[in-house]
């Protein structure tokens, strides 16, 4: 079956723009979480999504936001847009209920921000 | 949240048991420990996890000590293509959510 797939794969944006990342992920799985992860601060939780609602939630600043769609898709958003928001951003995504085994994880998006 | 704390590095040989340890002196009694690998930047990989019980899969081998303060990753017969680094992380085991520590760069040497 078809892996996690995240659109686009590279990105380039400058300070104060804003940015959308797409998840799409393995047929049947109904959680997206997504990650931050830096050299400095390695992977960092974001967010995770669960039938269209916000499961859970990392330390991160309100410029951060996700949403899911009824087809369990995904999208983050990040609003002014900082240098050190340059990072590659993944999503997982797994069935969401019951005990969760192994969660899988997509190439990711790397955001560059000049 | 609970965190994990695993050496920078480590070598092994191609052919031997790579054991690759994981502190979490802080885990709380409902959190499952999970292994990922990462190899060039790629997403990360599944291995294996485990509550309290020791566990084994076609991949690799979990041992988590009684008290549940650590555990450690056991690959049996370490390749070329192990090269990468392991992620020892903490879940409920019902969420998504997963704290990640800094990991452990894994180099299996010919």
């Known amino acids: 079956k078809a892996g996690v797939t995240q659109t686009p794969r590279y990105l380039i944006k400058t300070r104060g723009q804003q940015v959308t990342l797409s998840c799409s992920p393995i047929?049947?799985?109904?959680?997206v979480s997504w990650y931050q992860q830096t050299p400095g601060q390695g992977l960092q939780f974001l967010f995770e999504?669960?039938?269209?609602?916000?499961?859970n939630k990392g330390n991160f600043p309100g410029r951060f936001s996700g949403r899911q769609f009824s087809n369990s898709r995904s999208e983050m958003n990040v609003s002014t847009l900082e240098l050190g928001d340059s990072a590659l951003y993944l999503c997982?995504?797994?069935?969401?209920?019951?005990?969760?085994?192994?969660?899988?994880f997509g190439p990711g998006t790397r955001l560059t921000v000049t | 949240d609970a965190k994990t704390t695993q050496p920078t590095s480590m070598d092994c040989a191609e052919g031997r048991a790579a054991n690759l340890p994981c502190n979490h002196s802080?885990?709380?009694?409902?959190?499952?420990v999970y292994w990922y690998r990462q190899i060039h930047s790629q997403g990360p990989q599944y291995i294996i996890h485990?509550?309290?019980n020791n566990e084994t899969n076609e991949m690799a081998s979990l041992i988590i000590t009684e008290d549940r303060k650590s555990s450690t990753l056991i690959l049996p017969h370490a390749t070329l293509r192990d090269t990468a680094v392991y992620y020892c992380?903490?879940?409920?085991?019902?969420?998504?959510?997963?704290?990640f520590g800094q990991g452990t760069t894994l180099q299996v040497k010919p």
């Open positions: 047929s049947g799985h109904r959680s």
């Open positions: 999504y669960f039938s269209e609602t916000q499961r």
């Open positions: 992380t903490l879940g409920s085991g019902n969420t998504g959510k997963l704290i």
């Open positions: 485990g509550l309290k």
């Open positions: 802080t885990i709380s009694g409902n959190e499952y």
């Open positions: 997982a995504s797994s069935l969401g209920t019951g005990a969760i085994r192994e969660q899988y």
